[in-house]
């Protein structure tokens, strides 16, 4: 028979795997508009793609590493990932809706530049870009991303600049990270109650009692 502590080992990952399948069930939302001239049009459709891109895959790293984009210590080895335990010898390591929004604003930070590749589709045209700064916002059913990102098109004897961007991608994220740490920590006052009537019953019925 499986010892209480296994189960609880195989509950956890249970949930990690519950996680990696409710964070990859997303659909590509529509980019807030943000008033450009029709000429830099294309250039900002073309970001916006990219950031839709990024963040998708963002997201589904997130789900298969159990909310970690990398640095997972402490971890159960699979055929496919590492997975983080979420409670390990009484302590709770959920990972928080805040860290998860840092994780995918670093995922995207570190690889959008991937995928503007130096603006290469725009052939002829001289376009410049600066630092890529993101702020991501999961609520229950989407994810907000908000880009700062000044890019510049030269036209002639004309320059305009687009300082910012913004998606919205639906997903499940939010909500199955609440979902997570609700589990996480009904197990974790289970075992407290467990440790606290298993002392009493020992107290109970020692010989030196």
Not at 185 to 198: Q, T
């Amino acid at each position: 028979m499986k010892s209480k502590g296994q189960v609880t080992v195989f509950i956890i990952v249970g949930l990690a795997v519950l996680l990696i399948f409710g964070m990859i069930f997303y659909f590509v939302g529509k980019g807030t508009e943000v008033e450009v001239p029709a000429s830099a049009q294309p250039l900002k459709l073309y970001v916006e793609s990219c950031l839709k891109s990024i963040t998708h895959q963002g997201i589904q790293l997130l789900g298969i590493q159990g909310g970690y984009i990398e640095n997972i210590s402490n971890s159960l080895e699979t055929e496919y990932s590492n997975l983080p335990y979420y409670y390990d010898k009484g302590e709770l390591k959920v990972i928080s809706k805040e860290s998860l929004e840092n994780e995918l604003a670093f995922f995207i930070d570190n690889s959008l530049s991937n995928c503007i590749n130096n603006f290469n589709v725009f052939e002829g045209q001289n376009i410049s870009s600066e630092e890529v700064l993101s702020k991501v916002i999961i609520l229950d059913n989407k994810v907000l991303v908000e880009l700062d990102y000044p890019v510049t098109l030269f036209n002639d004897n004309n320059r305009i600049t687009i300082d910012k961007f913004s998606i919205e991608v639906d997903s499940s994220l939010g909500y199955v990270n609440n979902v997570a740490i609700n589990v996480i920590n009904n197990i974790a006052e289970d075992r407290s109650e467990e440790r606290r009537v298993g002392k009493e019953c020992r107290s109970r019925w020692s010989p030196y009692h």
